[in-house]
Every structure is written in C-alpha cells, then in structure tokens.
C-alpha cells in the first residue's frame, strides 16, 4: 500500500489552521495514525485509528477520514508544532507518508 | 513509564553483518508486537519489520527491501528485541528506531532514541 501525503511543506503562522492530507493507494479502513517529529528527535504519536487523540497530546490535533483519504488539521498553529508530519498505514504491515515540514511563514 | 533504549549502531562495511538490540522497560515483554522503521539521512520514516506478540505467536514480517537479510528475534526473558542485519548495502545507511505497538496493533505508541547505522567502506 502506498501512501501519498501532501504538501511536502507548508509555510504557516502561529494561529493559522493548517491540513495536511495523506491518501492511500487502497482502502485501509481507519487504520492511520499521524505522527510528529522535531529535528534529531523520534517521532511521536498523535493521532490513531484516523482520529482518536494519543494520550496527552493536544485538542488543538484532529484527524479524520476514512478509506482512502485522510487529514490531520491544526485548529491554531502554537510555536511547537513547527515540525515534520507523517502519516502511517497499518492496514497491511505498514507504510509511512512522504511527510509534510511545518514551517514558519 | 515506558522505555526503549537501541544499541549496537556504528560503521560497518558493505556485505557485512550488524546486530541492534533494544532493551525495553516499564512493559510486560512480548504482550505487544514490536517494530523496527528505520530514517535514511534527510528522508523519511521507512518500515524494516516487526514480530508479533505472543498471542499471535511471535511470527515476523518484512519490508520487501530488507527481507531475506534481516530478521527481528526478541528474548522475552531479558526483554530484549533483537534486528540482525546481514549482507548490509549503503541503502541500508540510517537511523534505525525500535518501537512498540500497541496489543498486536502496529502504530507505534513507543519509540527509542534510535542508533546511527552507517554502511560504509
């Protein structure tokens, strides 16, 4: 399964509502989860199962969708989500998007 | 808490081998499976494998471009997990990541700090 995310990046402001998009070459149900990574760190779970919270991230994180097409969107842009995002199938073994940089306008 | 710690990185040449070990804390060993996705320098998050939990049997699965030469083994009694690497390739240059899945569900609810793996003659 193949994973297609867009943009590769995208310039934003503090407070700006930004969507990143992630389409899978095949139906994978709800079996997406959306990842953050910062620069020299591991990345870390935000979003599962298309769009349940991961404990202790932030409300200001929403994904949605469903079979093929999928979004995580940032309802209000804070200074510590300039990072990279992936989003990552989990339907049959796995496969990550290409990811999507944030960052600042 | 959770921990994750990877070992075992360094310089090795093209066509040889590699052992990464994982040591895991603060879970109950072999309950969840456990994946390996590994980060070419600059690129993106790439899958390498994973072994199920027990309930699933511990079976293995692969990445198309890694299997046949690498293979994921866990030591339950020391909570360890385990990727042997053989017959490296410069391809195979990345920072390697052990995670954990949640149950037999594989997102990656854990990650470790990874360990620089660099196939180089």
């Known amino acids: 399964i193949q994973m297609t995310q867009s943009p590769s990046t995208l310039s934003a402001s503090v407070g700006d509502r930004v969507t990143i998009t992630c389409r899978a070459s095949?139906?994978?149900?709800?079996?997406l989860a959306w990842y953050q990574q910062k620069l020299g760190n591991a990345p870390k779970l935000l979003i599962y199962?298309?769009?349940t919270l991961e404990s202790g991230v932030p409300s200001r994180f929403s994904g949605s969708g469903s079979g093929t097409e999928f979004s995580l969107t940032i309802s209000s842009l804070q200074p510590d989500d300039f990072a990279t995002y992936y989003c990552q199938q989990y339907h049959i073994f796995s496969t990550f998007g290409q990811g999507t940089k944030v960052e600042i306008k | 808490e959770v921990h994750l710690v990877e070992s075992g990185g360094g310089l090795v040449q093209p066509g040889r081998s590699l052992r990464l070990s994982c040591i895991t804390s603060?879970?109950?060993?072999?309950?969840?499976?456990m994946s390996w996705v590994r980060q070419a320098p600059g690129r993106g998050l790439e899958w390498v494998g994973f072994?199920?939990?027990?309930?699933?049997?511990?079976?293995?699965d692969y990445a198309a471009s890694v299997r046949g030469r690498f293979t994921i083994s866990r030591d339950e009694s020391k909570s360890i997990a385990y990727l042997q690497m053989n017959s490296l390739k410069a391809d195979d240059t990345a920072v390697y990541y052990c995670?954990?899945?949640?149950?037999?569900?594989?997102?990656?609810?854990?990650w470790g700090q990874g360990t620089l793996v660099t196939v180089s003659s």
């Open positions: 072994i199920r939990n027990k309930a699933y049997g511990g079976t293995t």
């Open positions: 199962r298309e769009s």
């Open positions: 603060g879970i109950t060993s072999g309950d969840d499976a």
């Open positions: 995670t954990r899945c949640r149950d037999s569900t594989c997102y990656y609810v854990s």
């Open positions: 095949q139906s994978i149900t709800s079996s």
